[in-house]
C-alpha cells in the first residue's frame, strides 16, 4: 500500500490531524521544521492554495493552516538565527530532485 492508496477521507483526517497538531505546537518554529524535515506550515498553505483549485487564496489557506492571520502569526516567532538559517538551506537542497 502507498501513500495514494488511501481513501480520501482517511487522508483528510490524518492531515486535519497534523494541522490541528501543529497549530497547538506553536513552539515548533517554521524554520526548525524546513530545516529537519524541508516543509512547513507555509508549504502546507501552498499546497491547500493549490489543491483548492482557486477556491482559496493564500490568505485564506493560511488562516486554515494556522489557525489565525498569518501576521498575527509571525508578530508571534522570534527571528530565525545564523544555524536555523544554514540549516534550512541545507534541507531545502535535498527536496530537489
Not at 37 to 57: I, K, P, Q, T, Y
Amino acid at each position: 500500500m502507498t501513500i495514494d492508496d488511501l481513501d480520501d477521507k482517511t487522508a483528510a483526517t490524518a492531515f486535519r490531524r497534523l494541522v490541528h497538531h501543529l497549530q497547538h505546537r506553536q513552539d515548533a518554529q517554521n524554520i526548525d521544521l524546513m530545516g529537519l524535515a524541508g516543509f512547513c506550515r507555509n508549504c502546507l498553505s501552498e499546497w491547500v492554495e493549490d489543491g483548492s483549485d482557486g477556491a482559496l487564496d493564500r490568505d485564506a489557506a493560511r488562516l486554515a493552516i494556522y489557525g489565525m492571520p498569518y501576521d498575527e502569526w509571525k508578530r508571534q516567532q522570534p527571528p530565525a538565527t545564523p544555524e536555523q538559517l544554514a540549516k534550512m538551506e541545507a534541507s531545502l537542497k535535498l527536496n530537489r530532485p
